[in-house]
C-alpha cells in the first residue's frame, strides 16, 4: 500500500512548474486531461462524443463507425483483401444468374441459383417471387396439383422439367427458367 | 592480482556466446574483452535502425557475417505509419557492401528495400547465403530476378508477407542451371504466376530443399509433381487448394503427401475445397505447424484435419474453427504451445461464426503447454481471462483483440480491468501483452504492478488519464517497446517518466493528448531520445504548443538525427547537426 502511495505522489508531484514546462515561462498551457467520461463506461464506442474534448480532440475523437477506424481491427491488409475477394466472388455467384419467366407474366426475373441448395428451396423461392403455386414433383408423374410447372432450358438448348436429373447436375446445366401452365406443359389444348 | 587470457582463448569462449546480450555484457567487462568481443562478434541484431548508424556498427565490428535489422514501428502494419516515414535499407547496404565482402545473411523487418539494394547484395558478396525480408516493400520482381541470377551460394529466400511490385514472374527463371543450393524458398507472398516448369527444375536439382512455400497461383494439380521431386521436405506451402474433384488428381495427391515422411509444417489452403483436405491425413501425425488461416471452410472440416494433429505446436486457423473446433484443439493437441486464431469478416458487427471466450478457455484448460496466444474475437468477460489466467500462469504472449473498441464485459458490463490484471499477476513470465476492449486506468494500476517481465505492450482505446501511462512506464521494469493508440494519455506521464524512455527501444502513440510543446521540451531535454512528431496536417510550425500531435514516436539512440526524413516527419528539440550525438559516436559507442 506504502509503495503504491509513493508512486502516486511522485506523479502528483512532478513540478511542471520548474524544469519540465510547456510552452513560455508565465503562462498557463496545461493541456486538459479528459478524465472520467470514458470511465466505467457502459456505452457503446458510437455513443462516446465526449463533450470535454477541446474542438482540436473533437473530430478526430469523435468515434468513427467501425469501417472507418484505421488500422482497426489490427489485421493486416493482405488478410483482410483476401476474405474480401472470397465475399465478392460468391457475391457475383459467378454465372449462377438466371433469367425466369412465367407465362403470362410482364416481365422477366433474374434468380440466383447459388442461393439454394436444393430442389424444395428453389420451388419455395419460385413460389413467392411469382406468387404462383408449383404443386409436388412426381418422378413418373411430373407437377401434380397446381397450375404451374417449373421447367428449364439446359445447356444444349433443350427444355427439361425442373427435378428430373440431380440438383448438382440442374444448377450445372441450367441457362434459364420459365415457369410453364400445366396445360401446355402436357400439351393439352384446354386451359 | 591481474591475470589475463591469452587472446585466442578468449575468442574462443566468446564464440560460445551466441546471444547478443550475453555478448553486449561480456564487452563491458574490461577494455580488453571489449576489443576481443568486438573483433570475434559475426552476428549483428539492430532492433531499430534508426538506433544507430551503419558508420558507428561498422566502426566496432569489422568481420561481421550476418546481420538482422529492423525498420518502422510495429503499427505499420496497420496503416497507421503514413508511407514514406522510412525504414531505408539503402545506406546499410552501401556500407555493408564497402566493408563486409563476405556478409552472408542478411534479415530485415518492415524495411523499404529497393531493386539497386537487392542488385548490390547480389554482387558484392561473394558468399551470400540468406536473404530473409519480412514484411518489406519498395522492391519488384526484377529485384528478385537479380538475386536468382547472381547469388551462385544462395540458401534461403524468404518474402515473408513483403509487398512486391509484380512486372513478371519470370524472375524465378532466372536461378541458373548450375544453381544447386537451395535449402529454403517462399514466395507465397507473391500474386502472379512463376513459370512452373522453371520452379520443377529448380526444384528437382535442389537436394537440399527443406522448406517451399508457393503462392496462389501454383494450382493444385500440380502439387504432387513437386512434392514427388522434394519429399524430403519439412515446410511445405500449398497454392490454391482447390481443384474440379476428380479421383485421379486426389490419389496422386494423397500419395505424394504419404510421401514426405518429413514433412513437419503445412501451409497455404487458399480456396480450400474440403474434398482435398482428407489428402493430407497421412503427414497430421507429423505436423507440428499448421496455418490454415486462408482455408476459408467449415469447422467440420477444420476439425477432420485437426483432430489427427496429435503432435502439434503451433496452429494459426480463422475463427471458422468455432468453439466447437477449439474443443476439438483441447483434447486433441496436447503439445500445442502456440494458437492464433484470425477474424474472417473483422468489419461485421454481428458475429458470423460460433466463436466465443469459451473457445479460448477451453484451449487453455486442455493445453498445458500453451504460450502464445493471438485471439481475435467478438466477445469476452473477466470471468473468462481470469480462468484462463489461472489455466495458464506459463503464457508469454497474451494478445487479444475484441473486435468492437471499448466492449465491456459482454456478461456484467463492467471493464474488463480485472481479467486483464488476472493475466499479469498469474502469468508470471508474460513478455509480451496486446489489450482491447473497455479498460479503465485500474488496469495500468495492475500491469505496473505485476508486469514485472513485460517486454512489449499494446494499448488502444483504453484508459482515462495521464495516471494510466504513468503506472506503466513507472512500474513495468523490463518495457522496452510500448505501442498506444487512441488513449486520453497526454504529457503529464511522459515527461514525468523521460528517463524511462532511454531504457526502452521505443515508444508510440497516436491519436492520444500529446502536445506539440512536450514533444519539443522532451526533445530538447533528452538528446538521447529521437523524438519524432509525425503529423501530416500542413503548417505544423503554426500549432500552438498544447495543441495534440497526430503521432509521436520516440526512441533511443546514438545516431542522433535521421537525414532521410519526409516533410510529415519532425525530430523535435535538436539543432540540424544533432552536435551532441555525434560527439557520442566519435567515442566509439
Not at chain 1, 406468387?131 to 412426381?138: A, E, M, N, T, V
Not at chain 2, 574490461?30 to 562478434?41: A, G, I, L, Q, S
Not at chain 2, 514501428?73 to 545506406?91: I, K, R, S
Amino acid at each position: 500500500m506504502d509503495h503504491k502511495k509513493t508512486t502516486l505522489d511522485l506523479f502528483n508531484n512532478v513540478d511542471l512548474a520548474t524544469e519540465l514546462t510547456l510552452g513560455l515561462p508565465g503562462t498557463d498551457n496545461q493541456p486538459e486531461i479528459i478524465k472520467s467520461s470514458l470511465s466505467g463506461n457502459k456505452r457503446t464506442s458510437s455513443e462516446m462524443g465526449s463533450s470535454t474534448c477541446t474542438d482540436e480532440n473533437e473530430s478526430r475523437f469523435s468515434p468513427p463507425t467501425k469501417e472507418q477506424v484505421v488500422g482497426w481491427p489490427p489485421v493486416r491488409s493482405y488478410r483482410k483483401n483476401i476474405l474480401q475477394v472470397k465475399k465478392t466472388e460468391s457475391e457475383m455467384g459467378s454465372g449462377m444468374y438466371v433469367k425466369v419467366s412465367m407465362d403470362g407474366a410482364p416481365y422477366l426475373r433474374k434468380l440466383d441459383l447459388k442461393m439454394y441448395q436444393s430442389y424444395e428451396e428453389l420451388m419455395k423461392g419460385l413460389q413467392v417471387m411469382f406468387k404462383c403455386i408449383i404443386g409436388l414433383y412426381f418422378e413418373r408423374e411430373g407437377y401434380n396439383g397446381s397450375q404451374h410447372v417449373p421447367t428449364y432450358e439446359d445447356k444444349d438448348g433443350d427444355w427439361m422439367l425442373v427435378g428430373d436429373v440431380p440438383w448438382e447436375m440442374f444448377i450445372s446445366s441450367c441457362k434459364r427458367l420459365r415457369i410453364m401452365k400445366s396445360c401446355e406443359a402436357r400439351g393439352l389444348g384446354d386451359c | 592480482m591481474t591475470y589475463s587470457f591469452p587472446e585466442e582463448v578468449l575468442e574462443h569462449v566468446f564464440s560460445f556466446l551466441t546471444s547478443q546480450n550475453d555478448r553486449n555484457a561480456a564487452s563491458l567487462v574490461c577494455r580488453t574483452w571489449y576489443e576481443m568481443e568486438r573483433w570475434c562478434r559475426k552476428r549483428i541484431f539492430v532492433g531499430n535502425c534508426y538506433a544507430v548508424n551503419p558508420r558507428v556498427l561498422i566502426r566496432r565490428f569489422p568481420e561481421v557475417k550476418a546481420v538482422e535489422l529492423k525498420g518502422k514501428p510495429h503499427f505499420a502494419d496497420f496503416n497507421l505509419v503514413p508511407e514514406g516515414w522510412g525504414g531505408f535499407v539503402y545506406p546499410w547496404i552501401v556500407e555493408f557492401a564497402r566493408v563486409y565482402p563476405w556478409l552472408e545473411e542478411i534479415r530485415l523487418k518492415r524495411m523499404v528495400v529497393t531493386d539497386e539494394c537487392l542488385e548490390i547484395v547480389s554482387k558484392a558478396f561473394r558468399n551470400f547465403k540468406v536473404l530473409i525480408l519480412s514484411s518489406c516493400e519498395g522492391f519488384s520482381t526484377d529485384g528478385l530476378a537479380a538475386v536468382a541470377a547472381n547469388c551462385r551460394n544462395l540458401r534461403v529466400l524468404d518474402l515473408r508477407e513483403c509487398e512486391v511490385e509484380e512486372l513478371s514472374g519470370h524472375w524465378l527463371s532466372h536461378f541458373p542451371d548450375s544453381f544447386t543450393s537451395l535449402e529454403s524458398l517462399n514466395i507465397a507472398c507473391l500474386s502472379l504466376e512463376v513459370s512452373f516448369s522453371a520452379l520443377e527444375r529448380l526444384v528437382s536439382r535442389s537436394p537440399n530443399l527443406k522448406t517451399l512455400r508457393l503462392n496462389r497461383t501454383v494450382p493444385l494439380e500440380k502439387i504432387s509433381k513437386l512434392l514427388q521431386r522434394a519429399p524430403q521436405l519439412a515446410d511445405f506451402g500449398t497454392g490454391a487448394y482447390s481443384a474440379e474433384i476428380r479421383p485421379d488428381v486426389y490419389s496422386s495427391l494423397q500419395e505424394a503427401f504419404s510421401g514426405c515422411k518429413k514433412l513437419k509444417s503445412l501451409s497455404g489452403f487458399w480456396d480450400v475445397v474440403p474434398a482435398y483436405l482428407p489428402a493430407v491425413f497421412s503427414v497430421c501425425s507429423q505436423l507440428t505447424y499448421l496455418n490454415l488461416s486462408y482455408a476459408t471452410t467449415q469447422s467440420p472440416d477444420l476439425i477432420k484435419v485437426i483432430s489427427q494433429c496429435h503432435n502439434l505446436q503451433r496452429l494459426v486457423v480463422l475463427d471458422y474453427i468455432e468453439d466447437m473446433g477449439l474443443d476439438t484443439v483441447a483434447v486433441t493437441c496436447k503439445d500445442l504451445r502456440e494458437l492464433v486464431v484470425f477474424p474472417s469478416d473483422p468489419f461485421v458487427a454481428d458475429a458470423n461464426v460460433l466463436l466465443t471466450e469459451e473457445g479460448l478457455v477451453s484451449v487453455s484448460q486442455g493445453c498445458s503447454k500453451l504460450q502464445s496466444v493471438l485471439y481475435f474475437c467478438r466477445q469476452m468477460s473477466n470471468s473468462a481471462l481470469i480462468s484462463i489466467s489461472k489455466n495458464r500462469p506459463n503464457l508469454t504472449c497474451f494478445r487479444l483483440c475484441i473486435l468492437e473498441p471499448r466492449a465491456p464485459d459482454y456478461l456484467t458490463f463492467e471493464p474488463l480491468d480485472v481479467g486483464f490484471g488476472s493475466i499479469v499477476e498469474n502469468c508470471k513470465e508474460l513478455t509480451r501483452l496486446s489489450m482491447s476492449g473497455l479498460l479503465t486506468d485500474r488496469v495500468f494500476e495492475y500491469i505496473g504492478k505485476h508486469a514485472k517481465k513485460l517486454d512489449m505492450l499494446s494499448v488502444a482505446f483504453a484508459g482515462d488519464s495521464d495516471l494510466g501511462l504513468h503506472h506503466v512506464l513507472s512500474g513495468c521494469e523490463s518495457l522496452r517497446k510500448l505501442e498506444i493508440r487512441d488513449c486520453p494519455f497526454g504529457d503529464k506521464a511522459l515527461l514525468a517518466n523521460a528517463s524511462k524512455l532511454l531504457t526502452m527501444r521505443s515508444l508510440w502513440m497516436s491519436s492520444c493528448f500529446v502536445s506539440f510543446g512536450a514533444c519539443k521540451l522532451l526533445g530538447q531535454k533528452m538528446p538521447g531520445l529521437n523524438v519524432e512528431v509525425i503529423d501530416e496536417r500542413e503548417n505544423l510550425n503554426l500549432l500552438p504548443e498544447n495543441a495534440p500531435v497526430e503521432k509521436v514516436y520516440i526512441y533511443r539512440t546514438v545516431s542522433g538525427q535521421r537525414l532521410d526524413m519526409p516533410d510529415f516527419v519532425r525530430i523535435m528539440g535538436k539543432d540540424k547537426n544533432g552536435v551532441y550525438n555525434l560527439s557520442l559516436c566519435d567515442k566509439g559507442l
